[in-house]
């Protein structure tokens, strides 16, 4: 069986509109920028210690080991950033940097593989004894995928050679033979990285390490609690899996035993990614079923309006189905990021518009939330609603933020950010047996092969803020294929024309096929209507009972007390006021916003009253939630009373 692929990033260009604009501010600002703070240059910002780990660790300085066990892995997300960015704007300082880099953590590798400067510097003695909580798996993945990424980009084998190393060590240390540990990670990673690994070296032993560690996960006896005896502990858990034990790291049964998402809801898109790539690598039918039946799940009873997961700030996790309370929405970046991977992979393991409507509502919302507009600063965690001096006190955990920092101490999610846009290419477009299908609507080219004939597409749009999506084709010579171009769930009335001829919408799965033999100046448009539409939860989404979101096409919107005054939650938005959109370029670098007629009730003379509450007429204004917190600090709320 054929499976959708993703192009390669070297032939895939953004060259105009707003993806186009993200993906510069992080080739142009946000990686430089985290390098800077890898580097410890950035004033105010918590340190990192990041490369003076390593430097450390190689013998190149004297110091001793700074931050987290897992900080090796914020390192390893940004070489893999600066590859993609390598692989589609090459520059020979980012180049010659990431060289010197890479020394440094050839260095820093152990003669028998092994890399972890935490474990090297501070516990030695401790290597591989607390899989549970330590990580280490976890940051060897992410340097595999570093070491993948960069070898991708620029056919340099040094990286991937040091990763290769600690690959072949983690498979001997690990399995169920004679002498090994029947062990894996508390951080789910290692898993997808190595079937990354074994794509870009041909070695399947990596491949089937990676399905032992999924399928080893959660079986009796359960390792975790035999690590935990070993290292003398009983019945202590950390803080953060008091509630749900083991299955906050999807360790409390066997996996394929899981029919709902469970515990930290990174690791559970982690894993439900690596289980997509085996399912599609090996042809299995049984693993893409259970794909299936949990990514259902996750996305019919566990997505926010915004695409993010994860409700519960302690322990970062999934709780149960449509508990999605918007004051309490952890919804870390990261996760979401974890839906934009998943998404992708439904995607190749089969051709619906419906997969490619959650990654688009996580990229354009939850995703891009996380990001400053001057690409500076981060949020970690995402609410669906702020009031400020509650939300600072709520919750004694110091990446509840409600303004954007520069740097987090545990800053998983920066580059996180940085590595997805910088590859945002190969979530756009895939090869398809017939063809080429189109994912995402953003403007630039793509380059393909239609049989052996190569094929430019020139796509033009503001999407999106404009409706229309203009494609052109330029084959080499002549040549008969399928554009599959995606029709998103939003969009009621879509209209197609092909050379100016009207062309009837008979989607596939959310999909248009446009079978014919093309020829180089063949157009193609696309009309996406974009009405503002009120958006209703199911009514077992308690928290959002009686309450109306607001968006327009992909984009979500909210009220920020900068447009709106203070006391968000005296706005209500009658039934029947009409919802206008305009753009405005000078707003938030350039943005479509909502304004209707609305009421805002006014604070009463005593707590409690017998008498209605009086009400005046206000104007409401509401931004895209993606750009929200970019005018300082101040409520802002998602889900909106409906009077």
């Not at 935490?118 to 591989?128: A, D």
């Not at 084959?475 to 209209?495: I, K, N, S, Y």
């Amino acid at each position: 069986m054929s499976y959708p692929t993703a192009l390669p990033l070297s032939r895939v260009r953004f060259d105009h509109g707003f993806l186009a604009d993200r993906a510069q501010l992080v080739r142009a600002t946000v990686i430089p920028g985290q390098w800077e703070a890898l580097n410890d240059r950035i004033p105010g910002a918590e340190r990192s210690g990041c490369v003076h780990n390593f430097q450390v660790a190689a013998g190149e300085k004297p110091g001793e080991f700074h931050g987290l066990f897992w900080q090796d892995s914020d390192l390893a997300k940004w070489i893999e950033a600066a590859s993609y960015r390598l692989a589609t704007h090459p520059d020979p300082a980012l180049d010659a940097e990431l060289d010197r880099l890479i020394a440094t953590i050839a260095k820093a590798q152990r003669d028998d593989g092994y890399l972890n400067t935490y474990f090297q510097l501070v516990e030695p003695q401790n290597r591989w004894a607390n899989l549970r909580d330590c990580h280490e798996l976890y940051v060897a993945g992410h340097f595999i995928e570093a070491g993948v990424a960069h070898f991708q980009a620029t056919g340099k084998r040094p990286l991937l050679d040091v990763v290769s190393r600690l690959a072949d060590l983690i498979g001997k240390t690990f399995g169920p033979g004679p002498g090994q540990t029947p062990g894996y990670c508390g951080h789910e990673e290692i898993e997808l990285a190595l079937v990354k690994l074994a794509r870009a070296t041909g070695v399947e032993r990596y491949r089937e390490l990676a399905a032992w560690f999924i399928d080893q996960r959660g079986q009796s006896p359960n390792y975790f609690e035999v690590e935990a005896r070993r290292r003398g502990e009983t019945g202590k858990l950390p803080w953060h899996m008091h509630h749900d034990g083991l299955a906050t790291l999807q360790a409390a049964q066997p996996v394929r035993e899981l029919t709902e998402p469970v515990g930290h809801a990174v690791r559970m898109m982690y894993l439900l990614s690596a289980m997509l790539d085996l399912a599609l690598d090996r042809g299995d039918a049984a693993r893409a079923a259970h794909c299936r039946t949990l990514w259902t799940a996750i996305t019919t009873r566990h997505l926010y309006v915004t695409g993010g997961v994860g409700t519960e700030p302690y322990g970062e996790k999934f709780c149960e189905p449509f508990d999605l309370p918007p004051d309490r929405a952890y919804a870390e970046t990261c996760a979401a990021i974890g839906v934009v991977m998943c998404a992708r992979r439904m995607l190749d393991l089969e051709l619906h518009g419906g997969h490619a409507d959650v990654m688009e509502r996580a990229l354009y919302n939850n995703v891009l939330a996380g990001l400053a507009l001057d690409g500076r600063a981060y949020f970690y965690v995402n609410p669906l609603e702020v009031v400020p001096p509650v939300a600072k006190r709520r919750y004694e955990c110091h990446l509840v933020k409600t303004q954007r920092v520069p740097w987090f101490g545990c800053a998983c999610c920066p580059p996180n950010v940085a590595r997805l846009f910088a590859s945002l290419g190969a979530y756009a477009y895939a090869q398809v047996a017939d063809g080429l299908a189109v994912h995402l609507y953003a403007g630039g080219v793509a380059q393909f092969a239609a049989g052996a004939v190569p094929v430019r597409l020139h796509v033009t749009t503001e999407y999106p803020w404009k409706e229309r999506v203009e494609l052109s084709i330029e084959p080499a010579t002549p040549a008969e294929f399928t554009l599959h171009l995606r029709l998103p769930g939003w969009c009621r009335t879509p209209h197609l024309s092909v050379n100016g001829s009207p062309v009837k919408v008979e989607p596939v799965h959310g999909y248009v096929p446009l079978r014919r033999t093309w020829r180089t100046g063949d157009k193609v448009v696309l009309d996406l209507p974009m009405p503002v539409e009120r958006v209703h939860a199911d009514v077992r989404v308690a928290a959002a009972a009686g309450l109306v979101a607001l968006q327009r096409g992909p984009v979500v919107y909210c009220v920020e007390e900068k447009d709106n005054g203070p006391q968000l939650a005296a706005l209500s938005l009658p039934r029947e006021s009409p919802l206008t959109a305009h753009h405005v370029p000078d707003l938030l670098g350039g943005c479509v916003i909502l304004e209707a007629a609305a009421r805002r009730t006014e604070p009463g003379a005593q707590l409690y009253s017998t008498e209605p509450a009086r009400q005046q007429a206000v104007r409401l204004c509401a931004v895209p939630y993606a750009l929200w917190a970019n005018r300082g600090e101040g409520e802002m709320r998602v889900w909106l009373r409906e009077a």
